[in-house]
């Protein structure tokens, strides 16, 4: 039984890379899941990737590029207020300006980054770097 699945996407991804494997897949799919794969994939930390729908939620093929050394998902989900984006990079990525931290703000999912531009607060979803 899956109780967290963006957390098991993103421990498939990060096995796979350190394997050397070019590819992996994973289920069920979700917008959210969707959504921060099209960040990473817009980051260049992961290559194209395809949901197959098999009647139960979907398959999804991640082709990766090798851009990833550590992702994984924030549990619990911790609230951020718009300028405490800091501690949370302090807690979750090796160096400043080195990864990113995905965060679900009010205008969408997007990285702590582009929230903090936006003077946005919101829920951390996943790190990667």
């Not at 501690?87 to 990525?93: A, G, V």
């Amino acid at each position: 039984m899956l109780n967290d699945p963006l957390a098991n996407v993103m421990s498939n991804i990060k096995n796979a890379t350190n394997s050397g494997k070019t590819s992996c897949k994973a289920a069920p799919s979700s917008k959210i899941i969707l959504s921060v794969l099209k960040i990473m994939q817009d980051r260049h930390y992961i290559g194209s990737f395809e949901v197959a729908d098999n009647g139960r939620g979907g398959i999804i093929s991640i082709q990766l590029i090798g851009g990833v050394n550590k992702c994984g998902a924030i549990k619990p989900r911790f609230s951020i207020k718009k300028d405490g984006y800091e501690k949370f990079e302090k807690r979750y990525l090796p160096a400043k300006n080195f990864g990113m931290i995905i965060v679900s703000t009010s205008k969408g999912i997007m990285t702590h980054v582009e929230a903090e531009e936006k003077k946005l607060g919101g829920t951390a979803l996943a790190y990667i770097y």
